[in-house]
């Protein structure tokens, strides 16, 4: 199973930008899918899970401002993030709990780099 994030970039404080991350080889079905964050010099931060069902849970520092979303038949998971703003800079990552064969596993994708500038 590989995860692909995809939809960083530099941006100014204020605007907004859309993360994705498909999931993609021998899956039966997901539940929880997540995004992480990491700073330099900071310890990864879960910013958003997404449960099957559509629940969701947010990192109060991003709370009204991120919206995750999933697309379940694309194994696709998005983050909607707006009213960006400097310490929302970081690598950010997917992952997905996997169910394959007999067993659930957690998936992680590579990052992509969000930079928003003051």
């Not at 530099?10 to 899918?33: F, K, T």
């Amino acid at each position: 199973v590989q995860l692909q994030a995809s939809g960083g970039g530099l941006v100014q404080a204020g605007e907004s930008l859309r993360l994705s991350c498909e999931a993609s080889g021998p899956i039966y079905s997901i539940n929880d899918m997540r995004w992480y964050r990491q700073a330099p010099g900071n310890e990864r931060e879960l910013v958003a899970t997404i449960r099957s069902g559509g629940t969701t849970n947010y990192a109060d520092s991003v709370k009204g401002r991120f919206s995750i979303s999933r697309h379940n038949s694309k194994n696709t998971v998005y983050l909607q993030m707006n009213t960006l703003k400097p310490e929302d800079t970081a690598v950010y990552s997917c992952a997905a709990n996997v169910f394959f064969g007999s067993n659930w596993s957690w998936y992680w994708g590579r990052g992509t780099q969000v930079t928003v500038s003051s």
